[in-house]
């Protein structure tokens, strides 16, 4: 099983930026799909779920408005498209798949500053 997340980096405030986490090894269109962060000192936290066809999602009132998940099943890829980015979002962002097991992936560091 492996969750390979990409497109962190660093940018400034009120930019925007797509990170994107690769799947394989389990039948990704059975799972549901999530982002989560950690920031500097901070405990992870879960910022936008998205469901097994991606009809439903869900985020943390700390990202609505500014952040959209997005899934493709036929690429096993799940997507985070972040906007109007605030130095307060800086963390290190996992993919995280969820049915009863868990898989996580290794995190990509996002950087928000001037």
């Known amino acids: 099983v492996q969750l390979v997340e990409s497109g962190g980096g660093l940018v400034q405030p009120g930019g925007s930026l797509r990170l994107s986490c690769a799947a394989s090894?389990?039948?990704?269109?059975?799972?549901?799909m999530s982002w989560n962060r950690q920031r500097p000192g901070k405990e992870r936290e879960r910022v936008a779920t998205i469901g097994v066809s991606g009809g439903t999602s869900n985020y943390a009132d700390s990202v609505k408005g500014r952040f959209t998940i997005s899934r493709d099943n036929a690429k096993n890829t799940v997507s985070l498209q972040m906007a109007s980015l605030k130095p307060e979002d800086t963390a290190v962002y996992y993919c995280h798949a969820f049915r009863g097991l868990n898989y996580w992936g290794q995190g990509t560091q996002v950087t928000v500053s001037s």
């Open positions: 090894g389990f039948t990704f269109s059975s799972y549901a």
